[in-house]
């Protein structure tokens, strides 16, 4: 991996995956009790948050990474 994307999953990105990760570990739970989910539907359920969450951070790293270079660009580039 790239050392500047490493370093902002690092000091970023990791920390709150951690957190959505504990949120959403007992959001699952206290749905699964309210609505007497199996153990197996419990994991289907996880499964299917986790996908979500995963394709949805990458696409959030992604479209902040090209806002960062967007940022850096030149807004009137000189002719070399």
Not at 2 to 14: D, I
Not at 22 to 45: C, G, K, P, Q, Y
Not at 47 to 76: H, K, T
Request: proline share 2%; hydrophobic share 45%; with cysteine.
């Amino acid at each position: 991996m790239n050392e500047t994307y490493e370093w902002l999953y690092e000091n970023y990105a990791r920390e709150l995956q951690r957190e959505l990760q504990e949120t959403e570990a007992a959001a699952i739970e206290r749905f699964a009790a309210a609505v007497h989910l199996s153990a197996r539907d419990r994991i289907d359920l996880a499964d299917c948050i986790a996908a979500l969450r995963f394709y949805c951070g990458v696409r959030s790293f992604a479209l902040g990474l090209r806002m960062g270079m967007d940022l850096m660009e030149e807004p009137f580039p000189t002719a070399s």
